[in-house]
């Protein structure tokens, strides 16, 4: 009796994760029955096979009109027309569907100008798909033409570009890619002025999005300070960060001075503050002033 019992619980439990696995799988497959908000055909028809796959038979749905290149119809009526020909489990969230006519372009050398305009800004970015379509339905490109790209473009993943003709003719493309970048975070809280470095940071892989300003992709050693409180899992952009000043007023500092192929090493106190690079003025102890350059932690050199 007990051991009839065990069985009986068993079969009960096989049964109900065979339950719950067909539920999965059909809300996933639910969830690619999801209309998007515009699709783009090859011709002036609209099938059904525009959103089933190998369907048993392939009706038309829409006519595009001869005069035009796109047709806007409700999606409630789409919604309709599909569960008239069988298929209810389609949904959307858009009010209405586009459907556009594919220009027979050839967009690559626009797409190499796209990869090399974003590598330009970001070394290391790894492209996985880039998508581009004119704002209208074109036959054909001009022959010459050069490229254009909008202001801070590189800052986001999609926006606009041009190509303009010999006339000075602009046509827009739309594009958009799918990237990934190499970033820095912070690891903590920053406070304003803190020197950033691996301690407080660390490299992160993002998808590029969209940006307000550049991030740093590079943090080279006591280059960088906090411009402003930074929180914990900040992506570090230009507008957060400033030249961190490696010397402060009234500091001793090392000084550096080659004279013949001789180094002469001594001492001075800064009456200036200083970053990377920057000429400052050092008083030597015999108070003379001495014009440096500042080369590193509260060290400088002789210009």
């Known amino acids: 009796m007990l051991e009839s019992f065990r069985k009986g619980r068993v079969?009960?439990?096989?049964?109900?994760?065979?339950?719950?696995?067909?539920?999965?799988?059909?809300?996933?497959?639910?969830?690619?029955n999801e209309l998007q908000q515009e699709y783009f055909v090859q011709n002036k028809t609209i099938k059904l096979s525009n959103f089933v796959k190998n369907p048993k038979k392939d009706y038309i749905l829409y006519k595009i009109d001869d005069s035009h290149h796109s047709k806007r119809v409700k999606s409630s009526q789409l919604l309709q027309k599909l569960k008239f020909y069988g298929y209810q489990d389609f949904s959307t969230k858009h009010t209405y569907i586009q459907f556009s006519q594919k220009s027979p372009i050839n967009t690559q050398k626009i797409k190499d100008a796209l990869v090399k305009f974003y590598k330009k800004s970001y070394k290391q970015i790894k492209i996985d798909n880039i998508t581009i379509k004119p704002n209208r339905y074109i036959n054909k490109l001009p022959r010459y033409y050069t490229i254009g790209f909008s202001h801070n473009a590189e800052l986001s993943r999609k926006g606009v570009l041009y190509i303009k003709t010999e006339e000075n003719k602009k046509i827009f493309f739309h594009y958009n890619l799918n990237a990934t970048i190499t970033v820095y975070e912070t690891k903590k809280m920053i406070e304003k002025g803190d020197e950033l470095s691996f301690l407080n940071t660390k490299k992160k892989s993002i998808i590029l999005d969209k940006f307000h300003a550049m991030p740093i992709l590079e943090l080279p050693k006591e280059r960088y300070e906090a411009k402003h409180r930074l929180k914990k899992f900040t992506i570090l952009t230009k507008r957060d960060v400033t030249a961190l000043f490696l010397v402060r007023r009234g500091t001793y500092v090392t000084v550096t001075l080659q004279d013949e192929g001789v180094n002469i090493v001594f001492s001075a106190r800064a009456i200036q503050n200083g970053r990377y690079g920057d000429t400052i003025a050092?008083?030597?102890?015999?108070?003379?002033?001495?014009?440096?350059?500042?080369?590193?932690?509260?060290?400088v050199k002789v210009k």
């Open 11 to 32: 079969i009960m439990r096989f049964f109900v994760k065979f339950i719950c696995i067909h539920q999965l799988l059909f809300l996933a497959l639910f969830a690619n």
């Open 282 to 299: 050092v008083i030597h102890n015999n108070k003379k002033k001495i014009y440096v350059t500042v080369t590193g932690k509260n060290r």
